[in-house]
């Protein structure tokens, strides 16, 4: 069993960053795949950035291409989202997520276990 939670949401203003982080309980994190969503209000789950159990490889939502990172340390069970050039349509539920996988095209039914999320506001 995995668990996850994340940290870091807040209020940012337009242009500016954030990073949100998420620390795993479990003790096979170096093995999964770890991957970011996001949820605004009234829209689907989103797919934002994955990173492979090595750090070695990462794919990213188009949307954030360029202005978001994600990296792991396995050392602290942690995996980071730097956040930068913040749009007020980035605002939304970050949520992190376990995959035992590689997905070509990251989907939510891609990922095995889930954080409860962190929520990051962007204002205009």
């Known amino acids: 069993q995995v668990q996850l939670v994340e940290s870091g949401g807040g209020l940012v203003q337009a242009g500016g960053s954030l990073r949100v982080s998420c620390t795993s309980s479990g003790r096979t994190f170096s093995t999964y795949a770890m991957g970011w969503f996001r949820q605004a209000p009234g829209k689907e789950r989103e797919f934002v950035a994955a990173?492979?159990?090595?750090?070695?490889?990462?794919d990213y939502g188009d949307s954030v291409k360029g202005r978001f990172t994600v990296s792991r340390d396995d050392a602290k069970n942690t995996v980071y989202l730097q956040m930068n050039s913040l749009k007020p349509e980035d605002t939304a539920v970050y949520y992190c997520a376990a995959a035992r996988y590689w997905s070509a095209s990251w989907s939510i039914y891609d990922m095995d276990y889930w954080g409860k999320g962190t929520l990051v506001t962007v204002s205009s």
């Open positions: 990173i492979s159990w090595s750090g070695s490889r990462t």
